[in-house]
């Protein structure tokens, strides 16, 4: 997965909260297990006025105008501000490779579910969790100012306002070193590859006829 060190992105707001993981990659397209291609469909129902299906493409899909990524003013947003308990409902992974592919790194919330919180730190996706005053008050600032940004640093563990106003967040200490480096569990295991080669060869040794 790609590395997560330092971002300044533009602002989209998700004033909803409880915002559950079918909403954000819709059950039919869970049939690919492939972690690229879903950012077409992310919010599929309340993107589209029609209903996608997988494989269909999407360019010629007629927008919902009242949903809020389709506005102009926040294309290309890639930190996402949200209400509580986001990313509540089902365990799928899909929900983050969505949000990834649509071009999201940073979430912010007052909350999150357990699950979704995991898989996103799994994907490349830093979760931030703001006291739900901070996040009014950064909905009002997004809201009052086109082209709203935010710098998020990550080793320094702030996230800082066009004002020069800088927030300090919590992250857990495994889980900021596996997006600093970007770590999945694969390649978290394929750091060990000498020592599981090493055991391998002495389980051989030791009972070589498991390996006929």
């Known amino acids: 997965m790609k590395p997560f060190v330092h971002l300044d992105g533009l602002v989209a707001p998700m004033d909803r909260a409880n915002v559950d993981t079918d909403a954000i990659i819709p059950k039919q397209f869970l049939k690919s297990i492939r972690r690229s291609g879903f950012g077409p469909n992310a919010f599929d129902e309340w993107r589209y006025l029609d209903r996608g299906e997988p494989g269909v493409d999407c360019t010629n899909r007629p927008l919902n105008p009242d949903f809020v990524l389709n506005q102009a003013r926040y294309q290309g947003a890639s930190v996402l501000l949200a209400r509580e308990n986001f990313g509540c409902g089902s365990s799928r992974e899909h929900a983050?490779?969505?949000?990834?592919?649509?071009?999201?790194?940073?979430?912010?919330?007052?909350?999150?579910?357990?699950?979704?919180?995991n898989n996103c730190f799994k994907n490349g996706i830093l979760p931030i969790v703001l006291g739900a005053d901070v996040v009014d008050r950064l909905f009002t600032a997004t809201a009052a100012a086109e082209g709203y940004t935010l710098a998020v640093d990550l080793p320094a563990q702030t996230v800082t306002t066009p004002a020069g106003e800088v927030i300090p967040f919590e992250v857990d200490a495994e889980r900021k070193h596996r997006l600093l480096n970007g770590l999945d569990d694969i390649a978290l295991t394929l750091q060990l590859t000498d020592q599981i080669k090493a055991y391998e060869a002495r389980r051989k040794a030791d009972a070589p006829w498991l390996f006929v």
């Open 96 to 117: 983050p490779w969505a949000l990834e592919d649509y071009g999201f790194r940073v979430i912010i919330a007052p909350s999150f579910a357990d699950i979704f919180f």
